[in-house]
Protein backbone atom coordinates (compact mmCIF):
# COMPACT_ATOMS: atom_id res chain seq x y z
CA UNK A 1 0.00 0.00 0.00
CA UNK A 2 1.03 3.25 -0.90
CA UNK A 3 0.94 6.25 1.76
CA UNK A 4 1.56 9.93 1.60
CA UNK A 5 3.91 11.42 4.62
CA UNK A 6 5.76 15.09 5.04
CA UNK A 7 9.04 13.53 3.88
CA UNK A 8 7.74 11.13 1.19
CA UNK A 9 5.99 8.70 -0.47
CA UNK A 10 6.13 5.12 1.38
CA UNK A 11 5.05 1.65 0.46
CA UNK A 12 3.94 0.15 3.49
CA UNK A 13 3.22 -3.91 4.32
CA UNK A 14 0.47 -5.58 6.49
CA UNK A 15 1.62 -4.63 9.58
CA UNK A 16 3.07 -1.09 8.50
CA UNK A 17 6.84 -2.09 7.79
CA UNK A 18 8.40 0.36 5.08
CA UNK A 19 8.37 -2.07 1.80
CA UNK A 20 9.78 0.74 0.14
CA UNK A 21 10.27 4.25 0.17
CA UNK A 22 10.73 7.63 -2.31
CA UNK A 23 12.05 10.44 0.19
CA UNK A 24 12.20 14.01 -0.17
CA UNK A 25 15.45 16.13 0.10
CA UNK A 26 15.44 17.88 3.12
CA UNK A 27 14.90 21.61 2.24
CA UNK A 28 12.84 23.28 4.53
CA UNK A 29 10.93 25.04 2.25
CA UNK A 30 9.80 22.39 -0.47
CA UNK A 31 9.03 20.22 2.15
CA UNK A 32 6.47 22.79 3.50
CA UNK A 33 5.26 23.19 0.59
CA UNK A 34 4.58 19.54 -0.23
CA UNK A 35 2.96 18.76 2.93
CA UNK A 36 0.62 21.90 2.23
CA UNK A 37 -0.31 20.11 -1.11
CA UNK A 38 -0.84 16.63 1.10
CA UNK A 39 -3.10 18.68 3.18
CA UNK A 40 -5.20 20.05 0.38
CA UNK A 41 -5.09 16.21 -1.19
CA UNK A 42 -5.77 14.02 1.33
CA UNK A 43 -4.94 11.07 -0.73
CA UNK A 44 -3.08 7.99 0.20
CA UNK A 45 -2.82 9.04 4.09
CA UNK A 46 -0.96 6.96 6.23
CA UNK A 47 -3.45 4.02 8.50
CA UNK A 48 -5.00 5.21 11.37
CA UNK A 49 -1.77 4.63 14.33
CA UNK A 50 0.41 4.29 11.85
CA UNK A 51 4.06 5.51 13.43
CA UNK A 52 5.23 8.17 11.10
CA UNK A 53 8.61 8.51 13.26
CA UNK A 54 9.29 4.98 13.16
CA UNK A 55 9.18 4.72 9.68
CA UNK A 56 11.32 8.19 9.08
CA UNK A 57 13.70 6.58 11.04
CA UNK A 58 13.31 3.07 9.72
CA UNK A 59 13.65 4.34 5.88
CA UNK A 60 16.64 6.12 7.50
CA UNK A 61 15.32 9.87 5.99
CA UNK A 62 16.52 11.12 9.78
CA UNK A 63 18.19 8.96 11.96
CA UNK A 64 17.44 9.65 15.17
CA UNK A 65 13.91 10.52 17.08
CA UNK A 66 15.76 14.27 17.98
CA UNK A 67 16.75 15.08 14.48
CA UNK A 68 12.70 14.02 13.21
CA UNK A 69 11.75 16.06 15.76
CA UNK A 70 13.53 19.35 14.94
CA UNK A 71 12.57 18.80 11.11
CA UNK A 72 9.15 18.45 11.95
CA UNK A 73 9.65 21.67 14.00
CA UNK A 74 10.94 23.87 11.10
CA UNK A 75 8.78 22.12 8.28
CA UNK A 76 5.49 22.69 10.43
CA UNK A 77 6.55 26.53 11.02
CA UNK A 78 7.33 27.06 7.92
CA UNK A 79 4.40 25.50 6.37
CA UNK A 80 2.05 27.47 8.67
CA UNK A 81 4.00 30.66 8.31
CA UNK A 82 3.16 29.66 4.15
CA UNK A 83 0.02 29.31 4.84
CA UNK A 84 -0.87 32.16 7.05
CA UNK A 85 0.59 35.07 4.30
CA UNK A 86 -1.81 33.08 1.74
CA UNK A 87 -4.32 33.81 3.96
CA UNK A 88 -4.19 37.76 3.90
CA UNK A 89 -5.88 37.47 0.26
CA UNK A 90 -7.32 41.04 -1.56
CA UNK A 91 -10.39 40.89 0.83
CA UNK A 92 -8.69 40.36 3.76
CA UNK A 93 -7.13 43.59 2.87
CA UNK A 94 -10.06 45.15 1.69
CA UNK A 95 -12.04 44.39 5.30
CA UNK A 96 -9.09 45.73 7.76
CA UNK A 97 -9.64 48.86 5.49
CA UNK A 98 -13.15 49.00 6.30
CA UNK A 99 -12.80 48.12 9.62
CA UNK A 100 -10.19 51.18 10.07
CA UNK A 101 -12.66 53.48 8.74
CA UNK A 102 -15.19 52.29 10.91
CA UNK A 103 -12.78 53.54 13.64
CA UNK A 104 -12.24 56.37 11.85
CA UNK A 105 -15.28 57.37 11.54
CA UNK A 106 -15.94 56.81 15.36
CA UNK A 107 -13.11 59.12 16.48
CA UNK A 108 -13.94 61.85 14.03
CA UNK A 109 -17.40 62.14 15.13
CA UNK A 110 -15.60 61.59 18.83
CA UNK A 111 -13.49 64.15 18.12
CA UNK A 112 -15.57 66.78 15.97
CA UNK A 113 -18.08 66.76 19.22
CA UNK A 114 -15.34 68.06 21.32
CA UNK A 115 -14.48 70.44 19.35
CA UNK A 116 -17.73 71.63 18.90
CA UNK A 117 -17.85 72.10 22.59
CA UNK A 118 -14.89 73.68 23.18
CA UNK A 119 -14.73 76.25 20.40
CA UNK A 120 -18.58 76.64 21.59
CA UNK A 121 -17.49 78.92 24.15
CA UNK A 122 -15.38 81.31 21.71
CA UNK A 123 -17.65 81.03 19.02
CA UNK A 124 -21.42 80.13 19.53
CA UNK A 125 -23.24 81.44 16.67
CA UNK A 126 -20.35 79.99 13.95
CA UNK A 127 -23.32 77.54 13.06
CA UNK A 128 -20.12 75.00 12.06
CA UNK A 129 -19.26 71.79 12.66
CA UNK A 130 -17.39 68.81 11.96
CA UNK A 131 -15.06 69.37 9.40
CA UNK A 132 -16.07 72.87 8.34
CA UNK A 133 -15.59 73.64 11.80
CA UNK A 134 -12.51 71.64 12.41
CA UNK A 135 -11.20 73.90 9.14
CA UNK A 136 -12.37 77.24 10.20
CA UNK A 137 -10.12 76.70 13.26
CA UNK A 138 -7.32 75.95 12.08
CA UNK A 139 -7.35 78.62 9.33
CA UNK A 140 -8.50 81.03 12.29
CA UNK A 141 -7.95 80.29 15.75
CA UNK A 142 -9.76 83.10 17.47
CA UNK A 143 -12.74 84.64 16.06
CA UNK A 144 -10.86 87.58 15.81
CA UNK A 145 -8.52 86.64 13.05
CA UNK A 146 -11.29 86.58 11.07
CA UNK A 147 -10.68 88.72 8.06
CA UNK A 148 -13.75 91.39 6.41
CA UNK A 149 -14.47 88.90 3.35
CA UNK A 150 -15.13 86.25 5.04
CA UNK A 151 -19.19 85.32 5.07
CA UNK A 152 -19.20 84.86 9.08
CA UNK A 153 -17.23 88.33 9.79
CA UNK A 154 -20.20 90.24 11.71
CA UNK A 155 -21.28 87.33 13.31
CA UNK A 156 -17.65 86.96 14.74
CA UNK A 157 -17.75 90.35 15.38
CA UNK A 158 -20.91 90.31 17.55
CA UNK A 159 -20.00 87.26 19.14
CA UNK A 160 -21.53 86.62 22.75
CA UNK A 161 -18.29 84.13 22.96
CA UNK A 162 -15.50 84.41 25.82
CA UNK A 163 -11.83 85.59 24.05
CA UNK A 164 -9.99 83.05 23.08
CA UNK A 165 -6.53 83.32 25.09
CA UNK A 166 -3.15 82.24 23.24
CA UNK A 167 -2.74 79.24 24.97
CA UNK A 168 -5.94 77.77 24.25
CA UNK A 169 -6.00 79.39 20.56
CA UNK A 170 -2.52 76.99 20.38
CA UNK A 171 -4.58 74.06 21.80
CA UNK A 172 -7.02 74.72 19.47
CA UNK A 173 -5.56 74.78 16.54
CA UNK A 174 -3.94 71.87 16.66
CA UNK A 175 -6.29 70.17 18.21
CA UNK A 176 -8.55 70.73 14.85
CA UNK A 177 -5.21 70.06 12.42
CA UNK A 178 -5.63 66.52 13.80
CA UNK A 179 -9.21 66.07 13.38
CA UNK A 180 -8.60 67.98 9.64
CA UNK A 181 -6.17 65.19 9.13
CA UNK A 182 -8.32 62.19 9.95
CA UNK A 183 -11.12 63.49 7.69
CA UNK A 184 -8.22 63.77 5.38
CA UNK A 185 -7.47 59.94 5.97
CA UNK A 186 -10.89 58.81 5.69
CA UNK A 187 -11.47 60.14 2.41
CA UNK A 188 -8.15 58.36 1.43
CA UNK A 189 -9.26 55.08 2.68
CA UNK A 190 -13.07 55.39 0.99
CA UNK A 191 -10.67 55.66 -2.15
CA UNK A 192 -8.85 52.82 -2.11
CA UNK A 193 -12.33 50.87 -0.98
CA UNK A 194 -13.18 52.13 -4.07
CA UNK A 195 -10.50 51.02 -6.16
CA UNK A 196 -9.80 47.79 -4.48
CA UNK A 197 -13.57 46.83 -5.20
CA UNK A 198 -13.44 47.52 -9.02
CA UNK A 199 -10.95 44.80 -9.27
CA UNK A 200 -11.80 42.11 -6.81
CA UNK A 201 -15.18 41.81 -6.68
CA UNK A 202 -16.16 44.04 -9.72
CA UNK A 203 -20.09 42.86 -10.08
CA UNK A 204 -20.97 42.98 -6.24
CA UNK A 205 -19.15 46.80 -7.05
CA UNK A 206 -21.75 47.04 -9.72
CA UNK A 207 -24.98 46.30 -7.80
CA UNK A 208 -23.97 47.49 -4.24
CA UNK A 209 -21.51 50.27 -4.47
CA UNK A 210 -18.16 50.06 -3.53
CA UNK A 211 -18.95 51.09 0.64
CA UNK A 212 -22.25 48.28 0.72
CA UNK A 213 -20.51 45.85 -1.29
CA UNK A 214 -17.13 46.23 1.41
CA UNK A 215 -19.06 46.16 4.62
CA UNK A 216 -21.32 42.98 3.02
CA UNK A 217 -17.57 40.86 2.83
CA UNK A 218 -16.49 42.78 5.68
CA UNK A 219 -19.56 41.36 7.78
CA UNK A 220 -19.18 37.85 6.14
CA UNK A 221 -15.55 37.93 6.92
CA UNK A 222 -14.62 36.84 3.42
CA UNK A 223 -15.48 37.24 -0.29
CA UNK A 224 -16.08 33.36 -0.16
CA UNK A 225 -18.00 33.33 2.59
CA UNK A 226 -20.49 35.91 1.15
CA UNK A 227 -20.42 34.17 -2.24
CA UNK A 228 -21.90 30.78 0.32
CA UNK A 229 -24.32 32.77 1.97
CA UNK A 230 -27.52 31.98 0.72
CA UNK A 231 -29.78 35.17 -0.57
CA UNK A 232 -32.12 35.08 2.99
CA UNK A 233 -28.46 35.51 4.76
CA UNK A 234 -27.37 38.45 2.77
CA UNK A 235 -30.75 40.20 2.86
CA UNK A 236 -30.39 40.34 7.13
CA UNK A 237 -26.23 40.88 7.02
CA UNK A 238 -25.88 43.53 9.68
CA UNK A 239 -28.57 43.01 11.67
CA UNK A 240 -27.34 40.85 13.90
CA UNK A 241 -28.47 42.61 17.01
CA UNK A 242 -32.47 41.98 15.97
CA UNK A 243 -31.53 38.76 14.53
CA UNK A 244 -30.18 37.36 17.98
CA UNK A 245 -33.25 38.86 19.30
CA UNK A 246 -35.27 37.23 17.37
CA UNK A 247 -33.91 34.35 18.05
CA UNK A 248 -33.72 34.35 21.67
CA UNK A 249 -37.32 35.90 22.22
CA UNK A 250 -38.88 35.03 18.99
CA UNK A 251 -39.26 38.46 17.74
CA UNK A 252 -40.45 38.93 14.44
CA UNK A 253 -37.04 38.37 12.03
CA UNK A 254 -35.70 40.99 11.26
CA UNK A 255 -35.76 42.38 7.11
CA UNK A 256 -33.61 45.57 8.05
CA UNK A 257 -30.32 44.38 6.81
CA UNK A 258 -27.47 46.56 5.66
CA UNK A 259 -28.80 46.48 2.63
CA UNK A 260 -31.54 48.95 3.03
CA UNK A 261 -29.13 51.67 2.56
CA UNK A 262 -28.95 50.89 -0.76
CA UNK A 263 -30.73 53.84 -3.47
CA UNK A 264 -32.67 50.73 -4.81
CA UNK A 265 -34.77 50.23 -1.46
CA UNK A 266 -34.34 53.45 0.78
CA UNK A 267 -35.68 55.70 -2.22
CA UNK A 268 -38.75 53.00 -2.97
CA UNK A 269 -42.05 53.55 -1.35
CA UNK A 270 -42.32 51.66 2.44
CA UNK A 271 -44.88 48.78 1.13
CA UNK A 272 -42.75 47.29 -1.37
CA UNK A 273 -39.24 47.53 0.50
CA UNK A 274 -39.37 43.85 1.60
CA UNK A 275 -39.98 42.96 -1.99
CA UNK A 276 -37.31 44.74 -3.51
CA UNK A 277 -34.74 43.97 -0.73
CA UNK A 278 -35.52 39.94 -1.79
CA UNK A 279 -34.25 41.15 -5.33
CA UNK A 280 -31.16 42.66 -4.57
CA UNK A 281 -30.25 40.17 -2.01
CA UNK A 282 -30.61 37.65 -4.70
CA UNK A 283 -28.86 39.40 -7.28
CA UNK A 284 -26.03 40.42 -4.83
CA UNK A 285 -25.77 36.79 -4.02
CA UNK A 286 -24.82 35.65 -7.67
CA UNK A 287 -22.65 38.81 -7.94
CA UNK A 288 -20.40 37.64 -4.91
CA UNK A 289 -20.44 33.82 -6.62
CA UNK A 290 -19.63 35.34 -9.75
CA UNK A 291 -16.77 37.28 -8.80
CA UNK A 292 -15.12 34.89 -6.41
CA UNK A 293 -15.79 32.00 -8.78
CA UNK A 294 -14.58 33.63 -12.13
CA UNK A 295 -14.22 37.20 -11.96
CA UNK A 296 -15.56 37.80 -15.19
CA UNK A 297 -17.80 41.14 -15.03
CA UNK A 298 -21.35 40.66 -15.90
CA UNK A 299 -23.12 44.35 -16.74
CA UNK A 300 -26.48 42.80 -17.59
CA UNK A 301 -26.95 41.96 -13.89
CA UNK A 302 -27.61 45.77 -12.85
CA UNK A 303 -30.08 45.74 -16.05
CA UNK A 304 -32.21 42.67 -15.24
CA UNK A 305 -32.22 44.27 -11.15
CA UNK A 306 -33.74 47.53 -12.54
CA UNK A 307 -36.34 45.67 -14.87
CA UNK A 308 -37.25 43.49 -11.82
CA UNK A 309 -37.54 46.91 -9.46
CA UNK A 310 -39.75 48.31 -11.42
CA UNK A 311 -42.12 45.26 -12.74
CA UNK A 312 -42.22 45.48 -8.69
CA UNK A 313 -42.85 48.66 -8.35
CA UNK A 314 -45.72 48.54 -11.06
CA UNK A 315 -46.93 45.84 -9.56
CA UNK A 316 -47.85 47.61 -6.16
CA UNK A 317 -48.46 51.20 -6.70
CA UNK A 318 -50.48 51.70 -3.72
CA UNK A 319 -49.73 50.61 -0.39
CA UNK A 320 -51.90 47.72 0.70
CA UNK A 321 -55.40 47.98 2.27
CA UNK A 322 -55.72 47.51 6.17
CA UNK A 323 -57.70 44.74 6.76
CA UNK A 324 -59.91 45.57 9.60
CA UNK A 325 -60.30 49.03 11.19
CA UNK A 326 -61.65 47.87 14.12
CA UNK A 327 -59.33 49.61 16.65
CA UNK A 328 -58.24 46.43 17.09
CA UNK A 329 -54.86 46.45 16.84
CA UNK A 330 -54.32 43.69 13.76
CA UNK A 331 -51.63 40.84 14.75
CA UNK A 332 -48.09 40.69 13.61
CA UNK A 333 -47.30 38.09 11.17
CA UNK A 334 -44.17 36.61 11.52
CA UNK A 335 -42.18 36.27 8.97
CA UNK A 336 -40.99 32.46 7.59
CA UNK B 1 9.31 31.34 51.52
CA UNK B 2 7.91 29.96 48.49
CA UNK B 3 6.97 26.54 48.84
CA UNK B 4 6.35 23.96 45.74
CA UNK B 5 4.00 21.31 45.43
CA UNK B 6 4.03 19.20 42.78
CA UNK B 7 0.04 18.10 42.30
CA UNK B 8 0.86 15.95 38.73
CA UNK B 9 3.55 15.36 36.84
CA UNK B 10 4.69 18.68 35.16
CA UNK B 11 2.23 20.47 37.37
CA UNK B 12 2.90 22.56 40.69
CA UNK B 13 1.09 24.73 43.05
CA UNK B 14 3.43 27.32 43.69
CA UNK B 15 2.86 29.43 46.78
CA UNK B 16 3.92 32.72 46.95
CA UNK B 17 1.37 35.09 49.10
CA UNK B 18 -1.61 32.86 47.84
CA UNK B 19 -1.96 29.30 46.09
CA UNK B 20 -1.03 29.75 42.23
CA UNK B 21 -0.88 26.78 40.09
CA UNK B 22 2.02 26.44 37.50
CA UNK B 23 4.49 24.55 35.54
CA UNK B 24 8.18 25.06 34.90
CA UNK B 25 9.19 27.60 31.95
CA UNK B 26 10.31 25.67 29.20
CA UNK B 27 11.55 29.38 27.51
CA UNK B 28 12.67 30.79 30.62
CA UNK B 29 11.89 34.08 31.03
CA UNK B 30 9.11 34.71 28.22
CA UNK B 31 6.05 35.54 29.60
CA UNK B 32 2.45 34.58 26.75
CA UNK B 33 -0.20 35.78 28.08
CA UNK B 34 0.57 38.14 31.27
CA UNK B 35 1.25 35.25 33.32
CA UNK B 36 3.98 35.58 36.33
CA UNK B 37 7.38 34.29 36.55
CA UNK B 38 8.55 33.18 39.83
CA UNK B 39 11.93 32.17 40.52
CA UNK B 40 12.45 29.25 42.93
CA UNK B 41 16.24 27.86 43.58
CA UNK B 42 17.02 28.27 40.19
CA UNK B 43 13.62 27.16 38.45
CA UNK B 44 11.39 29.30 37.05
CA UNK B 45 7.80 28.72 37.49
CA UNK B 46 5.13 30.55 35.03
CA UNK B 47 2.06 30.99 36.56
CA UNK B 48 -0.99 29.12 35.16
CA UNK B 49 -4.47 31.16 34.95
CA UNK B 50 -7.22 28.45 35.23
CA UNK B 51 -9.74 31.23 34.15
CA UNK B 52 -7.52 31.62 30.56
CA UNK B 53 -7.63 28.12 30.31
CA UNK B 54 -9.89 25.28 30.45
CA UNK B 55 -7.19 22.54 30.93
CA UNK B 56 -5.93 24.84 34.12
CA UNK B 57 -9.37 24.61 35.32
CA UNK B 58 -9.62 20.91 34.92
CA UNK B 59 -6.66 20.60 37.14
CA UNK B 60 -7.91 22.19 40.15
CA UNK B 61 -10.90 20.53 39.36
CA UNK B 62 -9.12 17.32 40.29
CA UNK B 63 -8.83 15.60 36.76
CA UNK B 64 -6.48 13.44 36.12
CA UNK B 65 -4.21 14.87 33.66
CA UNK B 66 -2.71 11.94 32.11
CA UNK B 67 0.27 13.79 30.89
CA UNK B 68 4.13 13.04 31.12
CA UNK B 69 7.66 14.43 30.25
CA UNK B 70 7.75 12.70 26.80
CA UNK B 71 3.75 12.46 25.78
CA UNK B 72 2.92 12.90 22.49
CA UNK B 73 -0.39 15.65 22.51
CA UNK B 74 -2.98 16.44 19.71
CA UNK B 75 -4.43 19.69 20.66
CA UNK B 76 -7.40 21.07 18.82
CA UNK B 77 -8.20 24.34 19.05
CA UNK B 78 -4.74 25.62 20.20
CA UNK B 79 -6.02 29.68 19.22
CA UNK B 80 -2.89 31.85 20.34
CA UNK B 81 -1.51 29.22 22.39
CA UNK B 82 -2.18 30.33 26.23
CA UNK B 83 -2.89 26.86 26.95
CA UNK B 84 -0.82 24.95 24.57
CA UNK B 85 2.48 27.10 26.21
CA UNK B 86 1.66 25.00 29.60
CA UNK B 87 1.36 21.93 27.84
CA UNK B 88 4.63 22.37 26.15
CA UNK B 89 5.81 23.49 30.06
CA UNK B 90 4.99 20.11 30.85
CA UNK B 91 5.77 17.40 27.68
CA UNK B 92 9.15 19.43 27.89
CA UNK B 93 10.80 16.49 25.83
CA UNK B 94 7.29 15.22 23.95
CA UNK B 95 5.34 16.86 21.79
CA UNK B 96 2.57 18.52 20.76
CA UNK B 97 0.50 19.48 17.71
CA UNK B 98 -0.81 22.35 17.81
CA UNK B 99 -4.18 22.42 15.38
CA UNK B 100 -5.80 25.69 15.08
CA UNK B 101 -8.08 26.81 11.67
CA UNK B 102 -8.30 30.45 12.66
CA UNK B 103 -5.42 32.27 10.18
CA UNK B 104 -5.47 35.55 12.84
CA UNK B 105 -5.13 32.89 15.56
CA UNK B 106 -2.46 30.84 14.19
CA UNK B 107 -0.07 34.23 14.10
CA UNK B 108 0.44 34.70 17.42
CA UNK B 109 0.87 30.11 17.48
CA UNK B 110 3.63 30.82 15.06
CA UNK B 111 5.17 33.04 17.33
CA UNK B 112 4.94 30.74 20.18
CA UNK B 113 6.22 27.87 18.30
CA UNK B 114 9.08 29.40 17.00
CA UNK B 115 10.20 30.02 20.40
CA UNK B 116 9.37 26.09 21.61
CA UNK B 117 10.60 23.52 19.94
CA UNK B 118 8.47 20.79 21.32
CA UNK B 119 5.54 22.94 19.61
CA UNK B 120 4.15 22.09 15.77
CA UNK B 121 1.32 24.68 14.99
CA UNK B 122 -0.77 22.60 11.79
CA UNK B 123 -3.12 25.59 10.32
CA UNK B 124 -6.20 23.30 9.31
CA UNK B 125 -9.76 22.26 10.24
CA UNK B 126 -10.15 19.36 13.16
CA UNK B 127 -13.12 18.64 11.54
CA UNK B 128 -10.86 17.27 8.85
CA UNK B 129 -8.33 14.90 10.38
CA UNK B 130 -6.96 13.47 7.18
CA UNK B 131 -5.58 16.99 6.28
CA UNK B 132 -3.04 16.30 8.68
CA UNK B 133 -2.45 12.43 8.85
CA UNK B 134 0.53 12.68 6.64
CA UNK B 135 2.08 14.84 10.13
CA UNK B 136 0.61 13.17 12.76
CA UNK B 137 1.82 10.12 14.77
CA UNK B 138 -0.44 8.40 17.22
CA UNK B 139 -0.61 10.30 20.43
CA UNK B 140 -0.86 9.90 24.20
CA UNK B 141 -3.95 12.43 24.71
CA UNK B 142 -5.65 15.11 22.71
CA UNK B 143 -6.60 17.67 24.31
CA UNK B 144 -9.75 19.19 22.55
CA UNK B 145 -11.16 23.39 23.30
CA UNK B 146 -12.75 24.15 20.34
CA UNK B 147 -16.26 25.15 21.72
CA UNK B 148 -18.02 24.13 18.30
CA UNK B 149 -21.94 22.46 17.85
CA UNK B 150 -19.65 19.31 15.87
CA UNK B 151 -17.22 19.15 18.94
CA UNK B 152 -18.13 15.45 20.15
CA UNK B 153 -17.95 14.46 16.16
CA UNK B 154 -14.90 16.14 15.68
CA UNK B 155 -13.43 14.66 19.31
CA UNK B 156 -14.35 10.69 18.24
CA UNK B 157 -13.21 11.28 14.48
CA UNK B 158 -9.61 12.95 15.53
CA UNK B 159 -9.39 9.72 18.13
CA UNK B 160 -10.38 7.60 15.72
CA UNK B 161 -6.83 8.30 13.75
CA UNK B 162 -4.71 9.34 16.34
CA UNK B 163 -5.14 7.95 19.80
CA UNK B 164 -3.52 5.27 21.01
CA UNK B 165 -5.09 2.39 22.75
CA UNK B 166 -3.51 3.37 25.84
CA UNK B 167 -4.35 6.91 25.52
CA UNK B 168 -6.64 9.54 26.58
CA UNK B 169 -8.79 12.00 25.29
CA UNK B 170 -9.24 15.06 27.65
CA UNK B 171 -12.53 17.53 26.52
CA UNK B 172 -13.23 20.76 27.10
CA UNK B 173 -17.47 20.32 26.27
CA UNK B 174 -18.96 23.80 25.65
CA UNK B 175 -22.91 23.70 26.67
CA UNK B 176 -25.66 25.36 24.38
CA UNK B 177 -25.71 28.30 26.32
CA UNK B 178 -27.23 27.97 29.60
CA UNK B 179 -29.94 30.24 29.94
CA UNK B 180 -32.20 31.21 32.64
CA UNK B 181 -34.84 28.56 31.71
CA UNK B 182 -32.59 25.45 31.32
CA UNK B 183 -31.57 23.48 34.05
CA UNK B 184 -27.57 23.37 34.06
CA UNK B 185 -27.50 19.97 35.23
CA UNK B 186 -30.24 18.90 32.33
CA UNK B 187 -27.68 20.74 29.79
CA UNK B 188 -24.64 19.08 30.44
CA UNK B 189 -26.21 15.28 30.43
CA UNK B 190 -27.46 16.70 26.93
CA UNK B 191 -23.90 17.07 26.14
CA UNK B 192 -22.84 13.98 27.48
CA UNK B 193 -25.27 12.26 25.59
CA UNK B 194 -24.33 13.90 22.29
CA UNK B 195 -20.67 12.19 23.34
CA UNK B 196 -21.93 9.09 23.70
CA UNK B 197 -23.26 9.28 20.59
CA UNK B 198 -20.35 10.36 18.60
CA UNK B 199 -18.46 7.52 20.54
CA UNK B 200 -19.93 4.61 18.95
CA UNK B 201 -19.05 2.86 22.69
CA UNK B 202 -15.43 3.08 21.27
CA UNK B 203 -14.65 5.22 23.88
CA UNK B 204 -15.59 5.27 27.83
CA UNK B 205 -16.26 8.16 29.64
CA UNK B 206 -14.15 8.30 33.05
CA UNK B 207 -14.97 12.20 34.28
CA UNK B 208 -16.97 14.53 33.56
CA UNK B 209 -17.30 17.70 35.38
CA UNK B 210 -18.32 21.22 34.96
CA UNK B 211 -15.60 23.82 34.98
CA UNK B 212 -17.52 26.41 37.23
CA UNK B 213 -16.53 28.80 38.79
CA UNK B 214 -13.78 29.14 36.19
CA UNK B 215 -15.30 29.09 33.36
CA UNK B 216 -19.27 28.96 32.34
CA UNK B 217 -20.85 26.88 30.39
CA UNK B 218 -18.16 24.45 30.02
CA UNK B 219 -17.53 21.00 31.03
CA UNK B 220 -14.34 18.74 31.40
CA UNK B 221 -14.61 15.70 30.22
CA UNK B 222 -11.71 12.43 30.44
CA UNK B 223 -12.44 9.70 28.40
CA UNK B 224 -10.37 6.73 27.01
CA UNK B 225 -10.90 4.23 24.18
CA UNK B 226 -12.22 0.88 25.13
C1 LIG C 1 -11.97 28.38 23.10
S1 LIG C 1 -10.74 28.67 21.91
C2 LIG C 1 -9.38 27.70 22.47
C3 LIG C 1 -8.57 28.32 23.58
C4 LIG C 1 -7.29 27.54 23.84
N1 LIG C 1 -7.55 26.13 23.95
C5 LIG C 1 -6.58 28.02 25.10
O1 LIG C 1 -7.00 27.61 26.19
O2 LIG C 1 -5.63 28.76 24.96
C6 LIG C 1 -11.32 27.72 20.54
C7 LIG C 1 -10.40 27.75 19.34
O3 LIG C 1 -10.72 26.66 18.50
C8 LIG C 1 -10.60 27.05 17.17
N2 LIG C 1 -11.42 26.14 16.39
C9 LIG C 1 -12.75 26.04 16.38
N3 LIG C 1 -13.15 25.07 15.54
C10 LIG C 1 -12.03 24.55 14.99
C11 LIG C 1 -11.80 23.54 14.03
N4 LIG C 1 -12.80 22.86 13.47
N5 LIG C 1 -10.53 23.27 13.70
C12 LIG C 1 -9.51 23.95 14.27
N6 LIG C 1 -9.68 24.91 15.17
C13 LIG C 1 -10.92 25.23 15.53
C14 LIG C 1 -11.08 28.49 17.17
O4 LIG C 1 -10.57 29.19 16.06
C15 LIG C 1 -10.53 29.00 18.49
O5 LIG C 1 -9.28 29.58 18.33
Known sequence: ?336 | MTEVKNLSEGIFEVVKDKKQLATKNLDPGKLVYGEKLIPVEGVEYRTWDPRRSKLGAMVLKKFNIPLKEDSKVLYLGAASGTTVSHVSDIVSEGAVYAVEFAPRSMRDLIGLASRRKNVHPILADAGKPDSYAHIVEPVDLIFQDVAQPNQAQIAARNAASYLKRDGYLLLSIKARSIDTVANPKEVFKEEIKKLEQAFESKFEILNAKDLMPYHEDHMGILAKPI
Not at chain 1, 33 to 58: C, H, T, Y
Not at chain 1, 67 to 92: C, F, I, M, R
Not at chain 1, 207 to 215: D, E, H, Q, S
Request: contains cysteine.
Open chain 1, 1 to 336: MKINTWFGVLGIGRTGEVLESELFSKDIRELARRSIALQENMQDIPPAGFDLKAAAIECRFVESSAEYYSLLHEVTLEAAKLQVSGALTPDQRIIQAVEALDDINETTNSLSERLFEWYGGYFPESGLNGEALALFIAKYGSRENIGSEDPLYSKARNSMGAKLEAADEILLKSFSESVCSLYERKRQIEAYIQDSMGSIAPNLNLIAGPMLGARLISIAGSLEKLANFPSSTIQVIGASRALFKHLRARAPSPKHGIIYSHPLINTAPWWVRGKIARALAAKLSLAARIDFYSGEKDASLVEKLETKVQQIRASNPKPPQKKQDSGVKPKKKRRK
